[in-house]
């Protein structure tokens, strides 16, 4: 019974000792090479546009002991890139032989040999040993991206007894990513309007597939002589936030001089608005401001405008002089101040939110109509859509205007601008030239298709006013009853 004790006591030392010998070996044995070959940086990310840009990556090694000589090759996309420079950096003990420098485009291939022709022992630690530079030469088209790998090969590290140095291999990445583009979209509900007609503008702003949901669109509306008729800012949704310049205030005001907040303001006087603006950027920024009263009837009254300078941190305020027509409607209006980098027209964009004031305008200086109509009401749009409804009175300029529509954003550090225009037509088609009268210039192009029908070489269906397949006296008439001189 003691015999059998002391055995099995025995047998669970040398269980212990075996567990504690194959620990021991276990942690003795995982010893993987701490010699590394590499490419610095492992990764490259680039995002469009890239052509003609480079950037540059080293060939590393790491942990190295007594290196006498060492090869290797790397590969790439032609494709995407060309190797333009390669610069070899000093990681031998000198002298050393160059025995391989050769880039080769055909096959996008580098090839470098290098041995030291110093006495033993060889280097040790690391570095780079040689920086390449590369060109990139390819742009994906969204949604597409490109990649490649910069691939080491045969690669070959010799001691100063030339025996091969174990090593680990750890290859790099190119990604050229194609940057998403911003899509803005304008139309409006028709193709033409008769004066005092509701108009509305509307459309998409958008990232790729993806709706932006803290857009600013800028709207400028031209007449036919190219006069600005609307100038307004839309949300698509959320305004942006850390807003470079802000609109603080918008003041309805009496004149000069001490421009005392005022709420109301008779027809046929002169109105003023002190709009007041900040730059919270610390540089100083061009900014064009602008106002665009409507009144209760939706009917846009006018503009106006200033260009200036705001120095980084600084704070200015504007006054602008605004007089109200005798044929303004009696009612709240709405004054709408926009902040921009230029007009629309020119790819201006917006900096910021418009910011809104309410006024009355009240009925002395003319025979303008009376009416309970709401401003603007708000309507409720998708993220990623904006909408404008508007009028132009009955003395708008008959003809086509141009919606320019416009609008930026920042991806991924990428500033990006969108341009969109679309136009939409005031009045009948009199006014066959679209120049915003009816005048003899139609006459002329009426008479020059006379007798005329499909067909013929003279026919011009825009000579056809009322559209019953002959250009004739009927048509002339049209433009006379229409003649605005």
């Known amino acids: 019974?003691?015999?059998?004790?002391?055995?099995?006591?025995?047998?669970?030392?040398?269980?212990?000792?075996?567990?504690?010998?194959?620990?021991?070996?276990?942690?003795?044995?995982?010893?993987?090479?701490t010699t590394k070959l590499y490419v610095d940086p492992p990764k490259i990310e680039r995002w469009t546009p890239v052509l003609g840009e480079t950037f540059k990556v080293n060939v590393s090694i790491a942990n190295v002991s007594d290196l006498q000589s060492f090869e290797f090759k790397l590969y790439w996309n032609t494709t995407l890139l060309d190797l333009t420079k390669a610069e070899i950096r000093p990681f031998l003990n000198p002298l050393w032989i160059?025995?391989?420098?050769?880039?080769?485009?055909?096959?996008?291939?580098?090839?470098?040999?290098?041995?030291?022709?110093?006495?033993?022992?060889?280097?040790?630690?690391?570095?780079?040993?040689?920086?390449?530079t590369f060109n990139m030469?390819?742009?994906?088209?969204?949604?597409?991206?490109?990649?490649?790998?910069?691939?080491?090969?045969?690669?070959?590290?010799l001691d100063s007894g030339r025996n091969l140095i174990p090593h680990d291999v750890y290859d790099g990445e190119y990604w050229c990513y194609s940057t998403t583009p911003l899509f803005l979209t304008t139309t409006t509900d028709k193709p033409s309007y008769d004066p005092g007609e509701i108009i509305s503008v509307y459309g998409n702003l958008s990232l790729g597939f993806s709706p932006?949901?803290?857009?600013?669109?800028?709207?400028?509306?031209?007449?036919?002589l190219n006069e600005i008729v609307v100038i307004?800012?839309?949300?698509?949704?959320?305004?942006?936030?850390?807003?470079?310049?802000?609109?603080?205030?918008?003041?309805?005001?009496?004149?000069?001089?001490?421009?005392?907040?005022?709420?109301?303001?008779?027809?046929?006087?002169?109105?003023?608005?002190?709009?007041?603006?900040?730059?919270?950027?610390?540089?100083?920024?061009?900014?064009?401001?602008?106002?665009n009263i409507h009144d209760v009837n939706l009917i846009s009254l006018g503009i106006g405008s200033f260009e200036g300078t705001i120095l980084g941190?600084?704070?200015?305020w504007w006054i602008f002089t605004f007089p109200i027509p005798d044929t303004a409607s009696i009612g709240n209006a709405q004054v709408y101040a926009s902040a921009l980098t230029g007009w629309p027209r020119n790819d201006g964009t917006p900096y910021c939110p418009e910011k809104p004031a309410t006024f009355e305008i009240r009925g002395t200086g003319g025979a303008g109509a009376t009416t309970g109509l709401q401003q603007n009401p708000s309507i409720s749009s998708p993220e990623g859509t904006y909408n404008l409804t508007f009028k132009l009175g009955s003395d708008a300029r008959l003809g086509?205007?141009?919606?320019?529509?416009?609008?930026?954003?920042?991806?991924?550090?990428y500033y990006q601008k969108v341009t969109s225009n679309v136009i939409f037509r005031v009045g009948g088609p009199w006014d066959i030239n679209g120049d915003g009268k009816v005048n003899i210039i139609d006459i002329v192009i009426v008479a020059l298709a006379?007798?005329?029908?499909?067909?013929?070489?003279?026919w011009n269906p825009k000579a056809d006013l009322n559209g019953d397949g002959i250009v004739n006296i009927i048509d002339i008439v049209i433009v006379a009853v229409h003649w605005t001189g």
């Open 232 to 291: 307004r800012t839309m949300s698509t949704g959320t305004p942006p936030p850390n807003q470079m310049v802000e609109i603080l205030n918008v003041i309805p005001c009496g004149g000069p001089p001490d421009y005392t907040p005022k709420t109301w303001f008779y027809r046929g006087t002169t109105a003023y608005f002190n709009i007041t603006v900040k730059n919270n950027d610390s540089e100083s920024w061009r900014v064009l401001g602008a106002v």
């Open 313 to 316: 941190g600084s704070t200015v």
């Open 137 to 157: 030469t390819y742009e994906p088209v969204w949604p597409e991206n490109a990649t490649c790998i910069l691939d080491l090969a045969d690669t070959k590290l």
């Open 450 to 458: 006379f007798d005329s029908r499909p067909g013929d070489p003279k």
């Open 400 to 413: 086509n205007h141009t919606v320019y529509a416009t609008s930026d954003y920042v991806i991924d550090g």
């Open 98 to 132: 160059v025995t391989k420098n050769e880039i080769n485009e055909a096959l996008g291939r580098y090839w470098l040999n290098i041995t030291s022709i110093a006495p033993p022992p060889g280097k040790n630690g690391s570095g780079p040993l040689v920086t390449l």
């Open 1 to 33: 019974m003691k015999r059998a004790f002391q055995l099995t006591k025995f047998r669970c030392m040398l269980l212990v000792m075996v567990l504690f010998l194959s620990m021991t070996m276990i942690s003795v044995g995982f010893s993987p090479s």
């Open 212 to 224: 932006v949901p803290d857009g600013l669109v800028a709207l400028e509306i031209d007449n036919p």
